[in-house]
Nanobody, 124 residues
């Protein structure tokens, strides 16, 4: 069956960095666009970054532009989210998701599979 497994979360101080990974299995990863989302307590899940199946059209939410970088290694069935200059407001559970669409989409309902999430906590 399809599985997406996030890793790399943790607790850091403001200004530090983390790299999240999303390992996919049970599907042809290169045939899916993928996105990173996050959900803070009491808030809706929001899109953070995304990328098309062939690295096309990388997208970043305004709140993370210039600090986060999304990438994917289709040979390893893995996607990454490099997060630099972390802020307390980045604290959330981070999820990866894949969509059968060729290009990234911000719509949560467009995603076919989701990971279980990884906690990121940034203290000031």
């Amino acid at each position: 069956q399809v599985q997406l497994v996030e890793s790399g979360g943790g607790s850091v101080q403001a200004g530090e960095s983390l790299r999240l990974s999303c390992a996919a299995s049970g599907l042809t990863f290169s045939m899916y666009a993928m996105g990173w989302f996050r959900q803070a307590p009491g808030k809706e899940r929001e899109v953070v970054a995304g990328i098309g199946m062939d690295w096309s059209g990388a997208y970043y939410a305004d709140s993370v532009k210039g600090r986060f970088t999304i990438s994917r290694d289709n040979a390893k069935n893995t996607a990454y989210l490099q997060m630099n200059s972390l802020k307390p407001e980045d604290t959330a559970v981070y999820y990866c998701a894949v969509s059968r669409r060729q290009f990234f989409t911000t719509g949560k309902n467009d995603y076919d599979y989701w990971g279980q999430g990884t906690q990121v906590t940034v203290s000031s």
